[in-house]
Every structure is written in C-alpha cells, then in structure tokens.
C-alpha cells in the first residue's frame, strides 16, 4: 500500500483545509485509514480514524466537532479519504500524516499509531493567529 498525503498549507486561524489521503496497492480496501500530526518537539498524536467500510470514525477530543474524515471514490475506487479542518487553531499547525492498518473486520476504527503498518510523507499545515 502506498499512501500520498496533501492538501497542507497556510490558513489564518479560523480557515479551513481539506488534507486528502491517496492511496494504491492491491489490498487497500482492507485498510482502516487514519491521521496523525506531530507538532515541533512533540510527539506524534492521533487526529481521526475510519474504518474500512467508511461508516465507523473516531476523533481526538482535540479536533472533535472540528474535523471531518471520509472516503471517497477515485475512478471508480474507494482509495481517498479526505480530512475536512474547519475553525482550525493555532495549536492545529503541525505535519499531518495519513496511515493504514490491516483490518480484519470492517467496521474496526485504529487509534495507536503502532497499529498503523503503513505511512504517507506527511503535509505541512500551518495555521497563523
């Protein structure tokens, strides 16, 4: 499974911006799909997850009610899931990376990122006050 993460940039706090998550390889529709971020001097956290059928998500409390993760189709393929950031925060700047994790059962949601087998080079999201 490769993953090609995009869609970071500069927004002033209160913007929004949509990360998209690009995935190919034989065996990505069994993939739960999540993102991360690390911020400057911290450690990697976990931002929101879905499952493999796309109908099971999961949010940090940080982003919750904020952000939006989705699949899509992509010629004719559920390969994209889609991080929706809307009335985002200075504490929101951070490198935002998407990753995959084999999942069994379709309606499994990931939160550790020890979960995750494979990873995307990450997309810079910074958000001025």
């Known amino acids: 499974v490769q993953l090609q993460a995009s869609g970071g940039g500069l927004v002033q706090a209160g913007g929004s911006l949509r990360l998209s998550c690009a995935a190919s390889?034989?065996?990505?529709?069994?993939?739960?799909i999540g993102w991360f971020r690390q911020a400057p001097g911290k450690e990697r956290e976990f931002v929101a997850a879905?499952?493999?059928?796309?109908?099971?998500?999961?949010?940090?409390d940080s982003v919750a009610g904020r952000f939006t993760i989705s699949k899509s189709r992509n010629g004719g393929k559920m390969n994209t899931v889609t991080l929706q950031m809307n009335s985002l925060k200075s504490e929101d700047t951070a490198v935002y990376y998407c990753?995959?994790?084999?999942?069994?059962?379709?309606?499994?949601?990931?939160?550790?990122?020890?979960?995750?087998?494979?990873w995307g080079q990450g997309t810079q999201v910074t958000v001025s006050s």
């Open positions: 879905i499952s493999r059928n796309g109908y099971n998500t999961q949010y940090s």
């Open positions: 990753a995959s994790s084999y999942a069994r059962r379709m309606e499994v949601v990931q939160i550790s990122p020890n979960e995750y087998q494979y």
């Open positions: 390889g034989p065996t990505f529709n069994m993939h739960a």
